[in-house]
């Protein structure tokens, strides 16, 4: 068995909030979604800037790559706890304590289900056997970490009195933190709350583990979910950022937090440890790397969310900032969004400023391809915002994953009066081919002109545009999905032409289809 691994748990006070984020995790599991090793180790380094205190980076027995993610973020992390999740069972937990074993605090999440439905019609196995199952489970983690976290899932559809004999029995068996979840989204905050208080009050040895919960959001009650549990004892939340997760997404990691802060008279931990002011660069980091935009109106990191239309509104903010504001824009990060390089600044300006974005390079080769491309941009667009740098870091790792299909050329001709047409050249699996198509506009010529080519009979279900920075010379965004025989993939691009960047996006996505799958991923 593997050498105790170091731990240090911190922030489990009772006057504290410890936030548990599984955006590299749960996140990851929204269609699409997935992400590079090297894309989960900059959001890690985005969420330690953050003070965050646990990061749940992955599965590690889901695949290789999944194994060497979590392994590269442990290695990469020094501040935060960096979780593997693993089922209830020896391969699992075998694998999360050898993918943690870098870690500099380390945490094994096991789960097995618990609700009548599930041991019934999934597990196939007795409410006894299951106990059992969980202990064990337990017992296994700790030999590699003494921090370890259990989850029954399915909890919030769970027998109470059974999710009372299986958490008293699994902190007897060492575990420090106990997570219920509820997995589909079922409960309301009364409910839940209620839930909450009760294990806390029911089961005999709760003060020895911290009680945590993890919400998902299908009736739109995640985060009303998780702060109904924080005012009934919990002391830990799960949560994503931008809200990201399975089918309708998790408790939103900037809402959570802002509601404990803004509303300290309502809720007792607090959040103080956490750097708000990274959670918008954050948020901007996680939809640039996942291609899922933030949409306007949503609360803290939508581009709306502190803007005034209203003229009462506007008159009364600019009186006193209180009257229609409870939070500071600037407190969360909105004043992040500055100006940081142009066309004279040197590589070793660069460099250093990509540090400080959490973006480190592995040689200097890849660093000096990567500050030409920062050239020809600022060739093209005169201000260079830090959005715009970590987009350029994206697009960098979507080329390195182009292993199949590259953009060689791409020519459109768009006339008033005629049908838009495009010739595009490209590199598949080493040999050149060219194509050409029309279409009702430029950029659905250039896809059918690429499909031409590709011949993937994948179908698109999604198109879409935002811009990075404000202005005309402003970077395309574009996100692309594509879905073959149930999959779906999501594909990213951007580039200051848009036409370019929907090429990209388009071929991007075509990319992440041709690469095959042997990814399994829980659910809790």
């Known amino acids: 068995m593997a050498t105790q691994m170091k731990n240090t748990t911190k922030n489990q006070m009772k006057d504290a909030l410890i936030i548990f984020d599984t955006t590299l995790r749960d996140g990851e599991q929204s269609p699409g979604a997935s992400m590079t090793r090297d894309e989960k180790v900059r959001i890690a380094k985005a969420l330690e800037r953050m003070h965050v205190d646990v990061i749940e980076a992955g599965f590690p027995i889901a695949s290789v790559g999944d194994f060497d993610a979590v392994q590269a973020v442990a290695n990469a992390i020094q501040d935060s706890t960096i979780c593997g999740l693993a089922r209830a069972l020896d391969k699992d937990i075998d694998r999360a304590g050898e993918a943690l074993k870098g870690a500099n605090s380390a945490r094994i999440h096991t789960f097995i289900a618990t609700s009548p439905i599930h041991m019934k019609m999934k597990l196939r196995m007795e409410p006894d056997a299951v106990l059992e199952q969980a202990v064990r489970a337990v017992k296994r983690a700790r030999q590699y970490t003494d921090n370890v976290e259990f989850s029954p899932e399915d909890a919030g559809r769970s027998e109470q009195d059974f999710l009372c004999r299986v958490l008293e029995a699994v902190i007897n068996a060492g575990a ?291 811009n990075i920075t404000s202005g005309t010379d402003s970077q395309g965004e574009v996100t692309v999905r594509l879905e073959q025989g149930g999959r779906i993939v999501n594909g990213q691009g951007a580039d200051t032409d848009i036409v370019i960047a929907s090429a990209t996006a388009y071929i991007n996505a075509l990319n992440k289809m041709l690469a095959p799958v042997d990814r399994q991923h829980p659910q809790v």
């Open 176 to 466: 420090t933190t106990v997570n219920i979840p509820d997995t589909v989204g079922y409960n309301v905050p009364q409910q839940f709350g209620e839930l909450i208080g009760n294990l806390i009050a029911r089961v005999p040895n709760s003060d020895k583990a911290v009680f945590s919960v993890h919400c998902h959001n299908d009736l739109g009650l995640a985060v009303a979910n998780s702060l109904a549990a924080v005012a009934n004892g919990a002391r830990q939340v799960e949560c994503t950022i931008n809200g990201l997760g399975e089918r309708a997404g998790n408790a939103s990691l900037e809402e959570v937090v802002m509601a404990v802060s803004t509303r300290r008279d309502v809720f007792a931990p607090n959040v103080d440890h956490i750097d708000r002011s990274q959670i918008v660069p954050c948020s901007r980091l996680v939809s640039s790397i996942t291609g899922f935009n933030v949409q306007p109106n949503k609360a803290i990191v939508g581009a709306n969310a502190f803007a005034h239309e209203s003229g009462i509104h506007q008159d009364g903010v600019l009186k006193s900032r209180e009257t229609y504001e409870i939070m500071r824009a600037e407190d969360v990060g909105w004043s992040a969004n500055r100006m940081v390089l142009g066309k004279h600044s040197g590589r070793n300006a660069f460099r250093t400023r990509m540090q400080e974005l959490g973006v480190s390079f592995d040689s200097e080769e890849q660093l000096n391809t990567t500050f030409v491309r920062f050239k020809e941009l600022a060739d093209k667009k005169h201000e260079i915002y830090d959005e715009d740098l970590q987009a350029l870091v994206t697009g960098a790792s979507l080329e390195a994953e182009n292993e199949r299909v590259k953009l060689v050329s791409l020519k459109v001709c768009s006339e008033t009066g005629e049908i838009p047409g495009a010739s595009v050249t490209l590199n598949v699996d080493g040999d050149e081919k060219q194509a050409q198509a029309q279409g009702s506009g430029p950029v659905d010529a250039a896809f059918k002109a690429i499909e031409a080519v590709v011949g993937s009979g994948t179908e698109l279900q999604l198109y879409s545009v935002s």
